[in-house]
């Protein structure tokens, strides 16, 4: 391997797990914060990577359809926090895994009608289209840069949100005393509804960044959903910087697990999985 | 709780007879059909075992059920019936034994990341399956010729004949249904029953915690085998599908849609999910709506699963209230 083809599999490798992170940090989350187990999560992806490829063909633009498919992504969050998700606060982990399970088989099959079990492409914008000669033979696309350029900025925000605004005291507040909190007067149930949604939302996201290079598939969600667990059980569950650390390197495993051994770059993820849970079975990292 | 729990079963003994003079009556669709549920009602006791009566929530339980489905292929010969006598007990060894390595794995951890590590685990013995050789890769393999048993040159058990099929499916029923009841009646049953209401005391009172854990696991595993091993025999064929979360999450639905932690309710779940799923794809082919529906249905207005309705209906018309919320 010399050095631009490394080179180029580093940048694969740390896009991959920068995109990873995005869908996981909002499982994590919606986990940490609200204590809800959420298998629908690829879901999410899923439908952020079908919205992109229906939008655009409609507006013939991927910004446009990233904007309607953010607002439809905020819309479908808080519809399905307030009719289904608030319910089951209080309610076992098995009820919320059948619920999540039973939301899968919903959103696979009303894909199915609506969109058809295809697979489609979604072009990449003009603007971002053209890629960087590394050496004669050897370039990488623009478009790459950008996704990770958008994750990172993504990462800060969020960041600074949890952190710095007053917002995201309250989440975190609510995450570790949800009747305290409620008592000194803020509305929590309004506080879950907005992480719920976020978490929907940058999952949807995700999917609709990731739509150009990685094509739009029916079952696409559930691959990501079960990475994105291995992500929280590496990362340690409800940790945010955990969710970060240990996608960046299932990026990096993945990604050289298939150039080195390309018949079991599948199991790759599962493998490094399976020693951090020998290691530290909580994960890398307890809490944000 | 007690007194349901008395009333269903007295009804065995019935269901028993049902079951064994079914095949006189049914034509081959619907014993075909009522052995598919009796296979997947072992699966689900075995899962409950781990779900109801241990309180470890296995979403990856159709790995053991997968890989000892595949080892009934991969232990027979090509062109002959292979030995009953060799691979039925393979098979359930073969269960047994990959839940005792991810169980050594799993057992570390707790709660929702249980939920997600066998989940993860399962998915990746999927791979395994999928991607490497050893089992056809993603198109799977065929069993031939299914097993039989033979003594000398006398065949004594012959399962490529529906009828004998059938009744050896009773049978194994029958048998893990009185295992996991005595199981549950052992020390080691009472254990995991403790382990299940509060693991803290349990290893305070200087239970082994992990190791009743692993032994309930394994136990699972192997039984889950059992179910695999028939469900290779009756359709002949193995592909990656029956190893797939799908497959997890099925069994899993089934248990908690019956009511976890009765054996009864995960067969009744079984029987219910099977018949849906047939009566829901004989309507359409976007039969899996329907079944979501329907899942979602369930907990939101049902939170103790079906076999909590008989109850629900006689509050409803006795005492006029309804307690939840």
Redesign the interface.
């Known amino acids: 391997m010399d050095f631009s083809t490394f080179l180029i599999q580093l940048l694969n490798s740390f896009q991959y797990g920068l995109l990873l992170f995005l869908v996981a940090s909002g499982l994590t989350l919606i986990?940490g914060i609200m204590g809800i187990?959420n298998l629908a999560h690829g879901s999410f992806y899923m439908m952020g990577a079908y919205m992109a490829f229906s939008l655009t063909a409609l507006s013939g633009n991927l910004l446009v359809a990233i904007v309607v498919g953010v607002a439809l992504s905020v819309l479908i969050g808080f519809l399905l926090e307030w009719a289904?998700f608030s319910?089951?606060y209080k309610?076992d982990?098995?009820?919320q895994?059948?619920?999540t399970?039973?939301?899968?088989?919903?959103f696979?099959?009303?894909r199915?009608?609506l969109v058809g079990d295809d697979v489609h492409g979604v072009p990449i914008p003009e603007l971002l289209s053209a890629s960087i000669q590394l050496s004669e033979t050897l370039s990488y696309p623009v478009y790459r840069l950008f996704m990770s350029a958008v994750c990172i900025l993504l990462a800060i925000v969020m960041y600074w949100l949890i952190r710095h605004t007053r917002l995201g005291m309250m989440i975190r507040a609510g995450s570790s005393n949800r009747e305290m909190v409620q008592a000194l007067g803020i509305n929590i149930d309004l506080i879950y509804r907005i992480v719920f949604g976020l978490g929907v939302t940058l999952a949807a996201f995700a999917g609709m960044l990731a739509a150009p290079v990685s094509s739009v598939y029916p079952g696409m969600g559930?691959q990501v959903l079960?990475i994105c667990?291995?992500v929280?059980?590496i990362g340690g569950?409800g940790s945010v910087w955990g969710a970060l650390v240990a996608a960046l390197l299932i990026g990096l495993a993945d990604t050289f697990g298939k150039v080195i051994a390309p018949?079991?770059a599948?199991?790759a993820v599962?493998v490094l999985?399976?020693a951090v849970?020998?290691w530290r079975?909580?994960?890398i990292f307890r809490r944000i | 709780m007690p007194l349901a729990r008395k009333k269903s079963r007295n009804y065995l003994p019935l269901v028993l007879l049902m079951l064994a003079l079914f095949p006189i009556f049914g034509s081959s669709y619907y014993n075909e059909l009522i052995g598919k549920i009796m296979i997947m009602a072992i699966f689900a006791m075995s899962l409950d075992l781990l779900v109801g009566f241990t309180g470890l929530v296995s979403f990856g339980h159709a790995a053991f059920f997968g890989v000892a489905a595949y080892s009934v292929v991969l232990l027979s010969p090509k062109y002959d019936p292979g030995n009953l006598l060799l691979v039925l007990p393979g098979a359930v060894l073969t269960g047994a034994a990959v839940a005792f390595v991810v169980g050594l794995f799993v057992l570390r951890t707790k709660g929702i990341y249980f939920i997600m590590v066998t989940l993860a685990f399962a998915q990746m013995i999927y791979f395994v399956f999928h991607d490497t050789p050893l089992g056809g890769g993603s198109d799977g393999a065929f069993l031939n010729v299914k097993p039989e048993l033979r003594i000398g040159e006398k065949v004594l058990l012959d399962l490529n004949e529906p009828m004998q099929f059938y009744y050896i499916v009773l049978v194994l029923l029958v048998v893990a249904y009185v295992f996991l009841r005595v199981l549950l009646r052992s020390p080691l049953g009472h254990a995991l029953a403790g382990i299940r209401s509060n693991e803290h005391r349990m290893l305070s009172l200087g239970f082994p915690v992990f190791l009743y854990k692993l032994a309930g696991f394994v136990t699972a595993g192997g039984l889950a085998g059992l179910a695999g091993f028939l469900s290779a025999c009756q359709y002949g064929f193995v592909t990656p599908e029956i190893l797939s979360w799908h497959q997890s999450g099925n069994v899993l639905l089934m248990v908690i849609l019956g009511g976890m932690g009765t054996l009864n309710g995960a067969a009744i779940g079984a029987f219910a999910f099977v018949v849906l799923q047939e009566v829901f794809s004989a309507l359409t082919k976007h039969w899996q709506l329907l079944m979501g529906v329907v899942i979602v249905t369930v907990v939101m207005v049902l939170p103790g699963g079906l076999s909590s309705l008989p109850q629900r209906l006689k509050g409803l018309l006795i005492g006029g209230g309804n307690r939840n919320g």
Do not use: Q
């Open positions: 986990f187990i289904l319910r089951l309610r982990h098995l009820d895994v059948l619920l399970y039973g939301l899968i088989l919903i696979e099959e009303l199915s009608l559930n079960i667990f291995v929280v059980v569950v018949d079991y599948g199991l599962y999985m399976a849970l020998l079975p909580e994960g």
